[in-house]
């Protein structure tokens, strides 16, 4: 079956600090894949997404490009801040007609001043 | 309603009652999701209905667990005669059930559930 699989957390990077953090997937077909994000005492919530190969998903600085040939959805961004302190998932949704969606086990991220 | 509605917030419970969360996703929207978040466990799926029917409940952990979904609407996950392990916050999320590719979850704020 489907299966995601993401860095084990908790990651704690210095306010400004580069983040990457992985995501391989396991999935026949062609998937849609997502990233949300879980701030502190909030739902979660939509990121970003990529629908196909070679797409870039981008929302609030945050980018992560598909990659079929890698299996991965990593989500990166340049210069993290405070205000980005959540927890993110990795999640993807198998193609055809069913639409069961699969989350990965999540990452923490803490980002201190 | 302007988003996913769970109830109860908070539930907890004595070991071996049967309990109900109440999930009333985004009006429209035919796919309905429940998952479980454990601590240090991620997001568990559970089971996925499009509109009353479940074609996948494949997530459910044990008999114990049941859950139905009226009238295209609203849906009830049951657990019975709880157990310690089942503590967690219970999630429902609902989308349109279009079969978009990039089609987005919505989800609620969750259930606290805690066994004693």
């Known amino acids: 079956g489907d299966s995601v699989t993401q860095m084990e957390g908790p990651v704690t990077l210095s306010e400004e600090a580069f983040l990457t953090i992985n995501c391989t997937y396991t999935a026949t077909g062609y998937p849609s894949l997502f990233w949300y994000v879980q701030y502190p005492g909030e739902g979660l919530q939509l990121l970003l997404k990529a629908t196909k190969a070679d797409d870039k998903g981008s929302n609030k600085g945050f980018e992560a490009t598909y990659r079929k040939e890698t299996t991965s959805f990593h989500l990166e961004k340049g210069s993290v801040q405070v205000s980005d302190s959540a927890v993110y998932f990795c999640?993807?949704?198998?193609?055809?007609?069913?639409?069961?969606?699969?989350f990965g086990t999540g990452t923490k991220l803490q980002v201190i001043p | 309603g302007a988003g996913v509605s769970q109830s109860p917030s908070n539930k907890v419970t004595e070991k071996g009652k049967d309990v109900e969360l109440r999930c009333d996703p985004i009006s429209g929207h035919t796919a309905l999701y429940w998952y479980r978040q454990s601590l240090g466990q991620g997001l568990e799926f559970l089971i996925y209905f499009q509109g009353n029917s479940a074609p996948d409940k494949s997530g459910l952990p044990s008999d114990r667990f049941s859950a139905e979904r009226t009238g295209g609407s609203v849906s009830t996950l049951t657990i019975q005669r709880t157990q310690q392990e089942d503590s967690a916050v219970y999630l429902c999320?609902?989308?349109?059930?279009?079969?978009?590719?990039?089609?987005?979850?919505?989800f609620g704020s969750g259930t606290q559930l805690s066994v004693l």
């Open positions: 999640a993807l949704r198998g193609s055809g007609g069913y639409q069961k969606v699969t």
């Open positions: 999320a609902s989308s349109s059930g279009q079969g978009a590719m990039g089609e987005k979850l919505f």
